[in-house]
């Protein structure tokens, strides 16, 4: 099995540095023209069947990836974005002017020590979740020889990526940048194990665009 797990492509907030977590925001002109680039680098490779995250903007950059494919695509609620609850909106700097600035910052400068709102998701579930998305499919025969779109988001694929690399640390959760929107990490499963092939591939020509944590 090979997977291809794709960050989905720019957003009005990305462009912003506004956390989207479950806030479901589409594809912006420019995110739609990544993902087009990125759907003609991969023009060559054959994909059997798509998992996508639920949520708009990952969802269209995994259409876009496999238009005029006849591939089937599934919603997977596993590898949603992380909820920020209350938190989303805001900057990823922090908002001085908000009273949660410094408990939401610890997100991305103090990760080990970041407690969610009452309405949001702690990293450590986050890695839950995806880690049982990844079991799910390794283990399912019928895969085995099977080229996969994984379409995703910055923080969900980061914890994708982390377990891959066997780092379940919370508290090194930012260790490794996080991945560029269109960014395609080539993942090889076989007999039950992972590995990278290929992290951070980028089929468009514009300048990489890295989403900073601090």
């Keep these: 099995m090979m997977l291809y ?23 912006n002109d420019y995110g739609k023209h990544l993902a087009e680039e990125t759907a003609e680098g991969m023009k060559d490779i054959s994909i059997d069947l798509g998992f996508t995250s639920p949520l708009l903007r990952a969802k269209e950059t995994a259409q876009i990836l496999l238009r005029g494919r006849n591939v089937p695509l599934f919603e997977e609620e596993k590898i949603e974005e992380i909820s920020f609850g209350r938190y989303e909106g805001m900057y990823s700097g922090g908002e001085n002017s908000n009273a949660d600035s410094e408990a939401f ?5 103090d990760t080990a020590n970041y407690l969610p709102p009452e309405d949001g998701e702690t990293v450590e ?12 499919i390794s283990a399912d025969e019928s895969l085995a020889d099977k080229n996969i779109l994984v379409s995703t988001h910055g923080a969900a694929m980061t914890a994708i990526l982390n377990r891959i690399k066997g780092n379940v640390s ?9 991945p560029p929107n ?20 980028i ?3 514009e300048e990489v665009k890295h989403w900073k944590t601090v």
């Excluded at 957003?11 to 479901?24: A, F, I, M, P």
């Excluded at 579930?125 to 799910?136: A, D, I, N, P």
Aim: with cysteine.
């Design 5 to 27: 797990i794709v960050r989905h492509g720019e957003t009005e907030w990305n462009r912003l540095h506004k956390v989207q977590g479950h806030t479901d925001i589409p594809l």
């Design 105 to 109: 910052n610890r997100f991305f400068t």
């Design 125 to 136: 579930h986050l890695y839950e979740r995806t880690g049982e998305f990844l079991q799910r």
């Design 170 to 178: 919370v508290a090194e959760f930012w260790k490794d940048e996080v």
């Design 182 to 201: 269109c960014s395609v990490t080539l993942v090889e499963a076989s007999a039950g194990r992972m590995r990278i092939v290929k992290e951070g591939m």
């Design 203 to 205: 089929f468009y020509k």
